[in-house]
Antibody, heavy 126, light 110 residues
Framework: EGQLLESGGALVQPGGSLRLSCAAS????????MSWVRQAPGKGLEWVSD????????HYADSVKGRFTISRDNSKNTLYVQMNSLRAEDTAVYHC???????????????????WGRGTLVTVSS | QSVLTQPPSVSAAQGQKVTISCSGSSSNIGSNHVSWYQHLPGTAPKLLIL???RRPSGISDRFSGSKSGTSATLGISGLQTGDEADYYC???????????FGGGTILTVL
């Protein structure tokens, strides 16, 4: 069925940077789109970013566009997100998730998330 | 403010049935599949329902999903204390070209 294990969360000052990792196992990592989803304290889930299996295509939520960069190393079965110019509102638990796609004549998009990690906490505070 | 609207909380007695609603628009629920997730803080969210009304392997038939127009509903029957969690609906939004979640619903089993 698979497993996802996030790491890299930490306390960081506003304006700082951090890189999160997500180690995948139990499935053919390279064939799946992967996403980052976060949950701020007391808030709901928020989709952050996704990346194609090859790593060639990425998408971002408007709230992180230009500051976060998603990437993957298929040789290591690992997903990353580089977070720069961090703000207090980026404080959240960050989950990685495996995406199942829906594809039709209009292209492909996420259909659902069938495997999640338990997350890693990022706290942005001075 | 979430794109999909869920009630903040629901409650029902052990053994009873509860439903959780998820309201959206023509650009998300009205034109794309809905999925539901169960989340206990500190743990990995779990997929409960995919494609509006299908259960993944290993999910109890006490959980059910339905969709009508721009709204979806999660049903949980035979409530158990172990069902206490946060529940989220989600769907692709064609206009936003982004995945959207509901704000989440806290389930309390009395």
């Amino acid at each position: 069925e698979g497993q996802l294990l996030e790491s890299g969360g930490a306390l960081v000052q506003p304006g700082g940077s951090l890189r999160l990792s997500c180690a995948a196992s139990g499935f053919t990592f390279t064939t799946y789109v992967m996403s980052w989803v976060r949950q701020a304290p007391g808030k709901g889930l928020e989709w952050v970013s996704d990346i194609s299996g090859s790593g060639s295509t990425t998408h971002y939520a408007d709230s992180v566009k230009g500051r976060f960069t998603i990437s993957r190393d298929n040789s290591k079965n690992t997903l990353y997100v580089q977070m720069n110019s961090l703000r207090a509102e980026d404080t959240a638990v960050y989950h990685c998730a495996k995406v199942v796609l829906h594809c039709d004549g209009g292209g492909c998009h996420a259909r659902y998330f069938d495997l999640w990690g338990r997350g890693t906490l990022v706290t942005v505070s001075s | 403010q979430s794109v999909l609207t869920q009630p903040p909380s629901v409650s029902a007695a052990q053994g009873q049935k509860v439903t959780i609603s998820c309201s959206g628009s023509s650009s998300n629920i009205g034109s794309n599949h809905v999925s539901w997730y169960q989340h206990l803080p500190g743990t990995a969210p779990k997929l409960l329902i995919l494609d509006n009304d299908r259960r993944p392997s290993g999910i109890s038939d006490r959980f059910s999903g339905s969709k009508s127009g721009t709204s979806a509903t999660l049903g949980i029957s035979g409530l158990q204390t172990g069902d206490e969690a946060d529940y989220y609906c989600g769907a692709w939004d064609t206009s936003l070209s982004a995945w959207v979640f509901g704000g989440g619903t806290i389930l309390t089993v009395l």
